[in-house]
């Protein structure tokens, strides 16, 4: 059993390559050097980290579908991060558009909490 769920990071790859082919204008060729660039790297991360964790964390992402899952996105969102910094060049103001992009990809909606209002209409005038 493996430490990695490739389904998930699949997933994570092929929205990640729609984002950068449909709002950033990536071309097939780019796509396809960033994948085979990307995964090559993290292949040798994830040998690095199997060779140096403690072991009972490698025995519990062997054992633990969810640990498996929750540490796959971890790792592929850190490592594309840091790619997209060192390897594409990536400014703050592009990686902060790639993250304004994502839930539109993702079908999530990160609307922010706000402060119920303490306006005259929310108070008990009589209790």
Not at 10 to 29: A, P, W
Not at 60 to 78: E, G, I, P, Q, W
């Amino acid at each position: 059993m493996a430490i990695f769920e490739p389904a998930v990071m699949k997933q994570i790859l092929g929205v990640t390559c729609s984002i950068l082919k449909k709002n950033f204008y990536y071309e097939d060729e780019s796509l396809s050097f960033f994948l085979n660039e990307f995964t090559a790297n993290l292949g040798q991360e994830l040998t690095d980290f199997e060779m140096f964790a403690n072991e009972s964390v490698v025995a519990d992402l062997h054992n633990d579908k969810m640990a498996r899952f929750y540490f796959t996105c971890y790792f592929v969102s850190a490592h594309l991060r840091e790619f997209f910094i060192h390897r594409l060049h990536f400014s703050e103001q592009e990686l902060n558009a790639f993250e304004s992009v994502l839930p539109k990809y993702t079908g999530e909606r990160y609307e922010k909490q706000q402060p119920k209002h303490q306006g005259t209409y929310n108070r008990k005038f009589f209790k």
